[in-house]
């Protein structure tokens, strides 16, 4: 096999087992939140399939300026997500629930006022119109 | 170069007609047409705007914006993910069949580079109907407006990128092959990007 073919098919290795680090890290299968480590490493990740495609795939590893001058500017543009995404943060655990009842009630219908033994005071009652 | 040699009455017939690659010269000049790279440069801008575009506005409605989150399905994702850049070996492996000369192998190799990115495009597609079936376009929330112009735009790409390969495969000069393949891992490497930030980051 070429030298050539053997580096590319390394680097298609290579770029599947980082799919797969990102996919266990970014937990793919549960809609748990992600503590920022996580993010980081996400981050992280991301960035070095982004260099692996440009220097192998886009072969600038012949061109060592413009690789790292492609990759810092990608490397920023992911870092300024992942720090949005780790300052302004979710709770780490969000379990899906019922559905909250709404907050508050219409106000055609007030609740009645409540005796100390838990009964309303006044039973709203449908009465004829008085003449 | 064919090379006849004499020995008695033998005659050894050599043929080097066909050269090795040439190892390309190192340094700060850029592989392949330079207006590719201005256009690598200029879509790298675009996407990149419109990935932090999205991390303001989900600043913006963090909460919104995790629970629209949570209804992708990020096992395509990822299995999109492993396509593409799959797609991108037989692509990059075309070249390289291309730089030595094999203009058949070359062929199949972007043929195969190609329905790779038709599947990314069916994985896609079911991603989306999946979206629209659980009743959520382009107006439901900013987070799913920002999902189908990132994922959408980024489609397009794919979709031109399969049309570039297929006229690489009949107009096969070397730079051709390699400027046509240079679009298609540039596509690659916006995804790689733009999967972790809409899928996985929460």
Known sequence: MHTETRRLILTWGLLMGLTLALAVSGDVVHPTRLGIAWLAVIGVVAVVKARLVLARYLRLEVAPGFLSGFTGALAVTVAVIVVSFAVIHQPLMRRPGPAAPPSSPPPSSPPPARRDDGFPTRIPVDLPPRL | ?202
């Open chain 2, 1 to 202: 170069m064919v090379t006849k040699t004499s020995m008695g009455d033998r005659t050894s017939v050599t043929d080097f007609s066909v050269p090795p690659p040439a190892p390309h010269p190192r340094g700060d000049t850029l592989p392949g047409n330079p207006m590719m790279w201005l256009l690598i440069a200029a879509e790298l801008l675009v996407f990149g705007a419109a990935l932090l575009g999205y991390a303001g506005a989900r600043a913006l409605d963090p909460a919104g914006f995790a629970a629209a989150q949570d209804g992708l399905d990020r096992l395509a994702g990822t299995i999109n993910t492993a396509v593409l850049l799959t797609s991108g070996l037989f692509a990059a492996l075309a070249t390289e069949a291309r730089r030595v000369g094999e203009r058949g192998r070359t062929r199949l190799l972007l043929t195969v580079a190609a329905l790779f990115g038709v599947v990314f495009l069916v994985v896609k597609g079911f991603e989306y109907a999946a979206e629209i079936a659980a009743g959520n376009d382009l107006s439901t929330s900013t987070f799913h407006t920002l999902y189908f112009l990132i994922t959408g735009f980024h489609a397009i790409h794919v979709v031109f990128g399969i049309l570039i390969l297929g006229i690489v495969m009949i107009f096969d000069d070397l730079e051709h092959v390699e400027t046509g393949t240079a679009f298609w891992h540039m596509v690659d490497l916006i995804w790689v990007v733009v999967f972790p930030t809409l899928y996985l980051l929460r």
